[in-house]
């Protein structure tokens, strides 16, 4: 059994800043993949940014430069640094993390609760 939970989201005016986290917990062996996703109303939920066990990053276009994704492995979670914020951003945000539990001989996709970020213009 592995939960994700998550953090940090909230109300913020634009040009401000947020810092979203996520850990996992559970019977965990490891986690190699982990990244942020988000979904607005009425639109398809889409890939924030994403961090491998070993550091590398993919941020989407429209994140790139002001966003930054973080892992702290020991602690099991990631994080999601959120600058200059636009109203664009507002969106629920998901924490998404490929995990090998310890009764398990393959690799699971496991989703977090998310988080409201609201950005106010």
């Known amino acids: 059994q592995v939960q994700l939970v998550e953090s940090g989201g909230g109300l913020v005016q634009a040009g401000g800043s947020l810092r979203l986290s996520c850990a996992a917990s559970?019977?965990?062996?490891?986690?190699?993949?982990m990244g942020w996703y988000r979904q607005a109303p009425g639109k398809q939920r889409e890939l924030v940014a994403a961090?491998?066990?070993?550091?590398?990053?993919n941020y989407a276009d429209s994140v790139k430069g002001r966003f930054t994704i973080s892992r702290d492995n020991a602690k099991k979670t990631v994080y999601l640094q959120m600058n200059t914020l636009e109203p664009e951003d507002t969106a629920v945000y998901y924490c998404?993390?490929?995990?090998?539990?310890?009764?398990?001989?393959?690799?699971?996709?496991?989703w977090g609760q998310g988080t409201q970020v609201t950005v106010s213009s």
């Open positions: 998404n993390a490929d995990v090998l539990d310890k009764y398990s001989v393959y690799f699971k996709h496991y």
């Open positions: 559970g019977s965990i062996f490891n986690i190699n993949d």
């Open positions: 961090i491998s066990r070993g550091g590398s990053t």
